[in-house]
Structures are given as structure tokens and as C-alpha cells.
């Protein structure tokens, strides 16, 4: 690689996204290399911080297309959730047992408005090698669909 090249500046990635039209540091790529139950071919997603969303992020495909998920930390809809993953899932991710892991639930807003947050497959990412997947821990006593509000 000449000096130039190495100098260069990193192209960013254009994402557009019915949230937002953001450009994306390559670098914030995460890579997940099974995928996403139903959505086991695409493989890379940016995890996007929209303030009009918060305390909900945006998980979403680099590629602009669907899948684009809502997600939000587990604990921020109950405070006392367990957080822990096998070493198997923990190998899988390249994570020591002592490294720091983002934890993720995958927020589902049905037609009538309410809101669920599955609590029991929870998106866990390990932001030191930028690795992902969904994980299911064993023995897990959260429901899939943990409501956190009903319409009125």
C-alpha cells in the first residue's frame, strides 16, 4: 500500500432509511455472520442513534434495504433483566469473559399500537471485533413479546 493510499480518507457509507439519510462510518459496520433469523443472507447492519427515537436506536441492513429494525437496551424496559450468554455465544462473538457486550431487544409496534419488546432473543454485539447475533440463553424466563404499552 503507498503512503497515499494509506493517508487517504476512508469513503463513507451512504444509508437510506425511512428513520433517517445518514452517512455511515465504515468502521461502525457490525458484522454478523449468521445473519438475523429470517434475514440469515444479509450480514452487515449500523446501529443508528435518531434522537427523535430515543431511548429507541435503529438497527439497519448498510445495504438501504429492508431489514431495518427498532430496538432498545433490555434494561431500559426492565431494569432488573439478566444479562448473560453462554461461552459458546461468547466464542462466537470473540468475547472474553470479562469484555463489555451491547445488549439489544428487537421492539415490535403492532396495528393496534401496542408495543412489545422481545426479551427472550436478544441481539447481543460485541463492539470490540464488531460481531453480532441473536442469542438465545439458556433457561431464559423473559416472554418473546414483553408488552411495555397497550393502546388506550
Known amino acids: 500500500m503507498s503512503h497515499a493510499q494509506a493517508n487517504a480518507p476512508v469513503e463513507r457509507l451512504q444509508l437510506r432509511s425511512r428513520f433517517a439519510d445518514v452517512e455511515v462510518d465504515p468502521g461502525d459496520v457490525i458484522r454478523f455472520p449468521d445473519g438475523l433469523p429470517g434475514y440469515e443472507g444479509i450480514r452487515e447492519f449500523v446501529l443508528l442513534d435518531i434522537d427523535d427515537l430515543a431511548p429507541l436506536k435503529v438497527l439497519h441492513a448498510i445495504d438501504g434495504s429492508e431489514p431495518c429494525f427498532l430496538v432498545v437496551d433490555p434494561k431500559s424496559v426492565l431494569p432488573t ?55 438465545m440463553p439458556n433457561a431464559c424466563v423473559y416472554p418473546l413479546q414483553f408488552v411495555v404499552e397497550r393502546p388506550a
Not at 99 to 116: D, H, K, S
Open 81 to 135: 433483566y439478566r444479562c448473560e450468554i453462554g461461552a459458546a455465544d461468547r466464542l462466537r462473538l470473540g468475547a472474553a469473559e470479562d469484555a463489555t457486550l451491547v445488549w439489544l431487544a428487537i421492539v415490535t409496534i403492532r396495528g393496534n399500537g401496542e408495543v412489545a419488546v422481545n426479551l427472550r432473543a436478544p441481539i447481543v454485539i460485541n463492539p470490540a471485533g464488531m460481531l453480532g447475533r441473536q442469542v
